[in-house]
């Protein structure tokens, strides 16, 4: 079997998955593994992982990385994208929640809650990559206020108070999204 990093043989014949992770994690400077391909099979370093996978069935096992800094950039560009849906997402949860549309808003809601749970886990993953302490500061600060405000929502979903929390999406929620616009717009400009 033969381990590649992008185009580059590293290793032959090393056979324990941890060997290999270990290996290519020695090779690699600045970069993170993006994707796996056993043969010709594209995989998550993910599933590589978690998996049992018989190593001694496969040719080939190439790891596809990428520079730290693209990654976070390629990943900012998207949530720059995303974000606005988000916004526009709580704007319909809060207008149907005020006209007694409940289901129909907190379907609407679970989802736009869902995505921002995806990009608050972006935002913590390229927080732990960055050395920059002011940005991590004001990050923390961010999510933070907006942990409490999502609490708040949350609990007048419990008691049922929809025109409470539709206020509370229209305006306290939808101003957080726009302040988590404004800081991916500043790592974006730093990166």
Partial sequence: MEIYINENVIAEAVTDKNDILKL???KLE?????TIHLDEVEVSLEYFQEN??????????????KKVE????ETLKEAEDYLP????ALNNSAELFKNGKEADASDLLD???????WYLEVINGIMSLI???????????????FTQALNRAMVSLQNENYDYLGDLLEVEMVEYIDKL???NQELLEEY
């Fill in 24 to 26: 290519v994690e020695s």
């Fill in 30 to 34: 600045n970069e993170i593994v993006d």
């Fill in 52 to 65: 049992e996978l018989d190593l001694e069935r496969i040719d080939k096992i190439k790891f596809e990385s």
């Fill in 70 to 73: 693209q990654l976070i950039t």
């Fill in 85 to 88: 849906k988000l916004k526009n």
């Fill in 111 to 117: 989802k736009t809650l869902e995505g921002i749970q």
């Fill in 131 to 145: 050395d920059n302490e002011e940005l991590k500061d004001k990050s923390n600060k961010i999510l933070s206020d």
């Fill in 181 to 183: 616009s404004d800081f």
